[in-house]
């Protein structure tokens, strides 16, 4: 059963501009470990468009926006030992999710010089009986 899915595209020129007129932005957006890595990759704008892609995208799976008190720092995007991202979360958001029943949230991001793409499927815990 599913909670909801969510998917966000965003161009990551824009996110260029709004890094060089405000470090503000970056600051209320993400968090310290996911600046650092972006920072750490070659052309940060991408990683940044993603991660802001991803956060968008896991607000509409949850079927609520960035209403109710959540911040997109309550959503940080992170990654496996392979390097899978993965989403974890904080404060209203994860308290949001679990009255949403979330059990599990799946997340895939894809990126071009242009742009990025985040895509969230947020799933209930599975009700099935064992026949």
Known sequence: MLVGIGTDLVNTQQIAEYKRQSKV???EIFTNNEIRYCES????ETHYAGRFAAKEAFFKALGTGIGFGMKFKD???????LGKPLIKLYRKAKILAEKKNAAAIHLSITHSKTSAIAFVVIQKPNMEADV
């Open 25 to 27: 932005f970056i600051d």
């Open 41 to 44: 990759m070659a052309f940060p």
């Open 75 to 81: 959503v940080e995007v992170i990654q496996d030992a």
